[in-house]
């Protein structure tokens, strides 16, 4: 399935693109990949995070919890797929970016990450967190340019991206190339 033209771009991206181009220019200067983004490697650089996988159920992603130690602990589903996994440790990392001083109030979050349309009244703090993702792991400069080279299916894009199907279609859409998902 080929993607249909850019019809008016909604423009929905770029409220922490100062953010993500920091953390682009960070992970450049230590050394680590960005195309695609390396999250795994960029997690394991940061002293305050603690990360690790376990088994959860299916329909749990994962979680993340701030420790009296100064300690973010997250944990991702190690049943889920390389693609899935990405994207749920970027979500985690999101809420630990953005929602810092709510988890260090005391408050555990726990995701099951799907992906659900913008006119959906959903938390804000998920929607905030999947938008950081897919900007983080699908940079709008990059997927656009994949898409004028002609890299317009959604299976290629994933390849691509190193993520799943559901969060290119996701992208996609927030970037205006899909009218819905
Ligand atoms: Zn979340």
Do not use: C
């Not at 770029?14 to 983004?37: R, S, V």
């Not at 130690?69 to 944990?75: C, N």
């Not at 290119?168 to 009218?179: D, E, P, S, T």
């Amino acid at each position: 399935m080929a993607f249909i033209s850019n019809k008016g771009n909604k423009n929905l991206d770029p409220y922490n693109k100062k953010t993500i181009n920091e953390i682009y220019q960070h992970a450049k200067k230590i050394g680590i990949e960005t195309k695609p983004f390396d999250i795994f490697a960029y997690i394991r650089n940061i002293p305050e995070i603690d990360y690790w996988e376990d088994y959860f159920d299916n329909d749990i992603s994962g979680k993340i919890e701030y420790k009296l130690s100064g300690i973010y602990q997250i944990v991702v589903n190690k049943y889920h797929s390389l693609s899935r996994r990405r994207f749920t440790l970027a979500h985690e990392f999101a809420h630990f970016v953005l929602h810092k001083e709510f988890l260090k109030q005391g408050n555990k979050l726990e995701d099951i990450i799907l992906f659900r349309s913008s006119n959906d009244a959903g938390n804000k703090k998920e929607l905030e967190a999947n938008q950081f993702a897919a900007d983080l792991l699908m940079p709008k400069e990059v997927f656009e340019t994949e898409i004028r080279k002609g890299n317009n299916k959604i299976n290629g894009l994933a390849d691509f991206f190193q993520v799943s199907s559901a969060a290119i279609k996701y992208r996609a859409f927030k970037l205006g190339y899909l009218k819905e998902y």
